[in-house]
């Protein structure tokens, strides 16, 4: 299939970009704006959206930029994740989104998909957003009203939904640093390699401090405090405060049980880790 008709914007500033955003919310809303594409196009192939606009900020000089400073790794809203996932400084400062990035998709899409674009799209499916969470990340978003930080906690709000307004952009993304001593693990089972994960834990252990977000078991990524629990009880504690949910790909009782395994298994990697 063929993409409904829509209005093509190619801006060249971020300022513009707001203008042209606040334009269309003032004609009626539902501008799209597009990065790297991966999941909003083949939405708009398949006519499972239908915006009247498209935004293209590919042209938008200074988003396309990895900075790794004292207190994380930013990443611009035009980093690809093929980028990131090579970037040798960033993986030093904070290794959590590498071993996070390894399992997104396929190189083909790697290359061409955005990580912030990952974060807004807010699929709980997704890997990034699971780990902005569980570093207590933020994303900054700006529009004609001016910018702001978005905290990771604030930032999903429903399945596929977030807290971004129709007319704010997307600038960047911040990924905490690794705190000295800390140990991470990522691990994820999908039916095939660069499958959609039936379920995915990273899990960050610092000092006595352990903590697990999920993947594909609840609508929003979840992160969960494990602090104290016993080894043995850890899935089972983990579940306590997840909604497993059920579809096509594999039942509530089977997420529930690899939330069980996941957990124990990544916990203990972290552990080694740290």
Not at 171 to 191: C, K, M, Q, Y
Not at 209 to 214: G, Q, S
Not at 223 to 231: F, H, M
Request: proline share 7%; net charge negative; hydrophobic share 50%.
């Amino acid at each position: 299939m063929k993409p409904a008709p829509f209005r093509y914007h190619r801006p060249a500033t971020p300022a513009e970009a707001w203008e042209l955003l606040a334009a269309e919310e003032r004609q009626g809303g539902g501008a799209k704006v597009l990065a790297g594409g991966q999941s909003l196009v083949p939405l708009l192939s398949m006519r499972l959206a239908s915006p009247p606009a498209l935004v293209d900020i590919n042209a938008v000089a200074g988003l396309d930029a990895i900075e790794v400073r004292d207190d994380g790794v930013y990443v611009g809203a035009l980093v690809r994740h093929a980028a990131l996932l090579a970037s040798v400084d960033a993986r030093h400062v904070q290794p959590l989104v590498a071993e996070a990035l390894a399992h997104v998709a396929h190189p083909t899409i790697r290359n061409r998909g955005t990580s912030v674009g990952s974060l807004v799209h807010a699929d709980s499916a997704a890997e990034l957003p699971a780990v902005l969470a569980l570093l207590g990340g933020s994303l900054d978003v700006g529009s004609v009203r001016g910018t702001r930080t978005v905290p990771a906690e604030e930032l999903f709000v429903g399945p596929l939904e977030s807290s971004l307004a129709p007319d704010e952009l997307a600038l960047g993304a911040l990924f905490p640093a690794l705190p000295v001593g800390a140990g991470i693990a990522f691990d994820e089972v999908a039916r095939r390699h660069g499958d959609y994960a039936m379920c995915g834990v990273a899990v960050l252990v610092h000092g006595d401090i352990v903590k697990a977000a999920y993947l594909s078991v609840s609508d929003v990524p979840t992160v969960v405090d494990l602090t104290g629990v016993p080894d043995e009880d850890l899935g089972d504690v983990a579940l306590q405060q997840l909604d497993p949910v059920g579809d096509i790909h594999a039942t509530a009782e089977y997420r529930a049980q690899l939330v069980r395994v996941l957990t124990t298994r990544v916990v203990r990697q972290a552990r080694e880790a740290a």
